[in-house]
């Protein structure tokens, strides 16, 4: 499990970004999401890398 917390803001991303977040459901700066850490979710962190952090889950 990993941890995925929105750090930076939305508005000057592309649409492609802003589809990726809600996906992941993080909607403002701060939101915070744990999930299963496999290869689709890589996927998404890869895509939206400059604008999220990742953590190990405990």
Do not use: Y
Not at 13 to 18: I, L, R, T
Not at 36 to 56: F, N, P, Q
């Amino acid at each position: 499990m990993i941890k995925i917390t929105l750090k930076k803001s939305l508005i000057a991303s592309n649409p492609n970004q802003k589809l990726t977040a809600k996906s992941l459901g993080l909607k403002k700066i701060g939101d915070t999401i744990v999930i299963a850490d496999d290869a689709a979710t890589a996927g998404k962190i890869r895509v939206l890398s400059h604008l999220v952090s990742v953590e190990k889950a405990d």
